[in-house]
């Protein structure tokens, strides 16, 4: 059974700061990796995904994989209220299944 | 990426009842997933809709409570039988094109069950 694991925080930053939120996972087997953003009351959106070890950059997110490590992170620069949010880390766990974490909270503060 | 519709948005049923829940997409693919999610929980998944044969059930869930249907390319069902309580809850369908695991969600229908 594939496991990810997240802080459930809440994970509080002011506004204008960088957002940083972490995921492991337990197989070492893993090539991709999903963050989606969950705003309370709404469905999950999918925002990020990444394939190869490195940074991939969209807008103000940027996501980081470390296959050696069996992480991977989110970087939200330039925080806004806006994000706040549950954000869930997702990785394959079978023919195009995904297995989720429990998401760790995100508050923005103005 | 698809755009995916549910109906009931929301629904107060009582225990022993079912209800069927529908997940429309607005251009065919190849996978429709079902999941539950607890408040302040993540993501269950329930099963996998298969186009033309029988849904893939997850450890835990089974046929006879949550039947699935899957008559084509963009259209799917659930049905919660026999409610309880526990079964109060929100399901949310989703779905990826192709083989890909990129996975687009609905709404979701918010079920409580009295």
């Known amino acids: 059974q594939k496991e990810v694991e997240q802080n459930s925080g809440p994970l509080s930053v002011p506004e204008g700061a960088i957002a940083s939120l972490n995921c492991t996972y337990s197989d070492r087997g893993s090539q991709s990796f999903f963050w989606y953003r969950q705003y309370s009351g709404k469905s999950p959106e999918l925002i990020m995904f990444i394939y190869s070890n490195g940074d991939k950059e969209d807008g103000r997110f940027t996501a980081q994989l470390n296959k050696a490590s069996q992480y991977v992170s989110l970087l939200i620069r330039d925080s806004q209220p806006s994000d706040s949010a549950t954000y869930l880390c997702a990785v394959p766990s079978g023919y195009s299944t995904l297995t989720f974490g429990k998401g760790t909270m995100l508050l923005v503060s103005p | 990426s698809a755009v995916i519709s549910q109906k009931p948005s929301r629904d107060i049923c009582q225990r022993g009842t079912s209800l069927t829940i529908q997940c429309q997409v607005d251009s065919q693919v190849t996978m429709m997933f079902w999941y539950r999610q607890q408040p302040g929980q993540s993501l269950t998944l329930i099963a996998t809709?298969?186009?033309?044969?029988?849904?893939?059930?997850e450890s835990g869930f089974v046929i006879d409570k949550f039947p699935i249907s899957r008559p084509n390319l963009t259209f799917s069902t659930l049905t919660v039988s026999n409610m309880s309580p526990e079964d109060s809850s929100i399901y949310l369908c989703?779905?990826?094109?192709?083989?890909?695991?990129?996975?687009?969600f609905g709404p979701g229908t918010r079920l409580t069950v009295t």
């Open positions: 809709a298969n186009q033309g044969s029988e849904a893939t059930y």
């Open positions: 989703s779905a990826a094109a192709g083989h890909s695991y990129e996975q687009y």
